[in-house]
């Protein structure tokens, strides 16, 4: 079974659990319940470096690649954003480069949550996704990730 074949068995899997709520206000409790999960970051990493802009909540991203793959963690002072970045962890997390950044987040549109997020909360998930992409391609070029996390010049 390929890689990518494994993502879309998780986003699949995804969307099959949400289909279990009969209505958007279990969904939502649901992605809380998903954010109470989340192990979050270490305070030390809840820095200005980590912070992904354009998000209505604080939130940090931290990535670091092992043996080829990159592994996300990550953290919010609002708890459904955290359900959201859990979700976001499961499916991009612990993946090759080329496989984040091959993975568009379509599925989301298949949950529908673009349709009943809020206006800014669904500008911060693609503010989110748009990190996510960022540290891939930094990873994939061997390009340092300061770029992505002060602005500074490569």
Request: charged residues 25%.
């Amino acid at each position: 079974m390929s890689s990518n074949s494994d993502i879309e068995n998780t986003t699949q899997a995804i969307v099959e659990e949400f289909s279990f709520f009969d209505d958007w206000m279990q969904r939502y409790e649901y992605i809380i319940e998903l954010g109470k999960t989340l192990q979050g970051l270490p305070e030390h990493k809840k820095d200005d470096a980590h912070k992904v802009p354009g998000c209505q909540s604080q939130v940090w991203f931290y990535a670091r690649e092992d043996e080829g793959r990159i592994h996300y963690d990550a953290d919010s002072d609002a708890m459904i954003v955290r359900g959201l970045i859990a979700i976001l962890l499961r499916v991009y997390s612990n993946r090759t480069p080329q496989e984040i950044i091959g993975t568009s987040p379509e599925f989301f549109e298949v949950l529908e949550l673009g349709s009943h997020l809020s206006g800014s909360r669904a500008n911060g998930l693609h503010a989110m996704i748009t990190r996510i992409h960022a540290y891939a391609k930094a990873f994939r070029d061997k390009q340092s990730i300061d770029y992505i996390e002060t602005g500074a010049p490569l």
